[in-house]
């Protein structure tokens, strides 16, 4: 009997990915270059499912039902398009092949045009939520070759988690690299989203709370409008203690890793020229920790700031300040995903990825509800930021918590660099009028770059003789 899908790449990922298949009832075929994986992994976790293991690439390519469905859980970059070349040539008009690894968009956008040159689909699908998610359901986002989602739906809606009204975290999002796009800013806010919490453990840890306390604010807010994965996972790190019960969070070298969907969130972000600062700060936060060596030295000539002794913050003004901070960290990202479909005409749905981010991924928290529910009800809304929900949080009582928190960081010498950033851009956002105009002066005196007056239509460009007789003239008749 002919397979239904087909997985290639049986690390961590793809066996669960394959796994969560089988147990909702798929026949799963499965090729890994290293022969071993297969082996144990059919002898093994696979045992007693309906899983079939291919030591060919061919055998496993004749395995699947017609058109053939084909999941690659590979590393993204080169190994993608090396598997490409050993499979194309099996394959034929009509097979479907998805790539479920963290590609950049780019590379998705060429590979679905290679593949549709061929006859055959590409989707560039992102998954999120970790080992467990895809054991037991992640949140799925798919883009690509629309021809090859009536073939693919049931399969990816069937394995994807479900939100708590019972919807599937999974939903077609967009032609090209559309999936894999979503899936970058995705990663992007989650970046955002974890610095932010470290920021917030700092400075309870300057405060003097203890791992305990702390454990228990997070555990609280995470029954509130805080709660979320992230909130939930960092108060059971923070409670979490080693058999001889020292607490691990302590033991932990502070230095991050990345594996770069952060850093393209940012850098296509500024592409697109999108304001992602609080993004942009996330990864280079991390890029300042993997600097720990440096740090060391740097503190015994510059001083270290710590220990920290920081007047106490009410858990309140903490709790008001992440999620302030919160809103507008999801605010940027989901501008960044209006801009990024009107330039590509992908058509996101912003309220449907909202949707499907509340189950399954790393970023589900109880807030993307109000925000499906914003894009919903006004889809082409400026920013988040001046929707009521979230608006009415960020009203005048609710700044108060977040800006004597910041205050209180910069005092004590505490680095908030995501949560200092996230304030700039609020307040930069809601200015009517920004010094930005020193700054167009000053491109037309060294560049004549010329400026727009307030008082004249913005269609006309002026320059000035800054040292000359300061007479202004238009720019075209200065270019002439």
Not at 421 to 427: H, P, R, V
Request: negative net charge.
């Amino acid at each position: 009997m002919a397979a239904d899908i087909g997985l290639i790449g049986l690390a961590v990922m793809g066996r669960n990915l394959v796994l969560n298949m089988a147990r909702n009832g798929f026949d799963v075929a499965v090729y890994n270059r290293t022969t071993s994986k297969t082996t144990d992994f059919i002898g093994g976790d696979a045992a007693e499912t309906s899983v079939t293991g291919h030591e060919r690439l061919d055998d496993f390519v004749a395995s699947l039902d017609s058109p053939r469905r084909i999941m690659l859980m590979v590393q993204a970059g080169r190994p993608v398009d090396a598997v490409l070349d050993e499979l194309l040539p099996l394959l034929a008009e009509g097979d479907i092949v998805i790539d479920g690894g963290n590609s950049d968009y780019k590379d998705t956008e060429r590979r679905v045009a290679r593949l549709q040159e061929a006859g055959m689909h590409f989707v560039g699908a992102g998954v999120s939520g970790g080992e467990e998610g895809a054991l037991n359901g992640p949140s799925i986002m798919p883009g690509g070759s629309a021809d090859a989602w009536p073939h693919i739906e049931p399969i990816l809606q069937a394995i994807a988690a479900e939100a708590h009204d019972g919807e599937p975290c999974c939903r077609w999002l967009g032609r090209g690299g559309a999936g894999h796009f979503v899936k970058m800013v995705h990663n992007g806010i989650e970046y955002g989203d974890m610095q932010l919490i470290a920021e917030i453990y700092d400075l309870m840890s300057a405060t003097g709370m203890s791992n305990a306390e702390m454990a228990e604010a997070f555990a609280a807010w995470n029954t509130g409008r805080l709660e979320s994965f992230l909130v939930e996972i960092t108060a059971d790190i923070l409670a979490t203690t080693s058999p001889d019960g020292e607490a691990v969070i302590d033991v932990i070298v502070d230095a991050a890793g990345q594996k770069g969907t952060g850093r393209w969130t940012a850098m296509y972000g500024f592409e697109l020229g999108q304001p992602i600062g609080l993004i942009a700060e996330a990864v280079i936060a991390r890029v300042v920790s993997a600097l720990i060596d440096e740090r060391g030295r740097a503190s015994e000539i510059l001083g270290d700031p710590g220990p920290r002794n920081a007047p106490a913050i009410g858990l309140d003004d903490l709790e008001a300040s992440l999620y302030a901070a919160k809103i507008v960290s999801y605010a940027q990202g989901f501008a960044m995903l209006a801009s990024a479909s009107r330039e590509h005409d992908w058509g996101l749905d912003l309220a449907a990825i909202a949707s499907i981010w509340r189950g399954g991924c790393i970023v589900r928290a109880r807030f993307l509800d109000d925000i499906a529910r914003v894009f919903t009800d006004t889809p082409d809304i400026d920013s988040l930021l001046i929707a009521d929900v979230f608006a009415e949080a960020l009203a005048s009582d609710g700044q108060r918590g977040w800006r004597d928190t910041v205050r209180t960081a910069v005092g004590a010498g505490v680095p908030v660099p995501a949560l200092s950033s996230a304030l700039a851009f609020f307040d930069g956002y809601r200015s009517a009028r920004l010094p930005a105009n020193l700054i167009q002066a000053q491109r037309d005196y060294f560049g004549a770059h010329g400026y727009q007056r307030l008082d004249r239509d913005r269609s006309e460009d002026f320059h000035t003789d800054w040292i000359g007789d300061g007479r202004e003239t238009s720019m075209d008749s200065y270019n002439a």
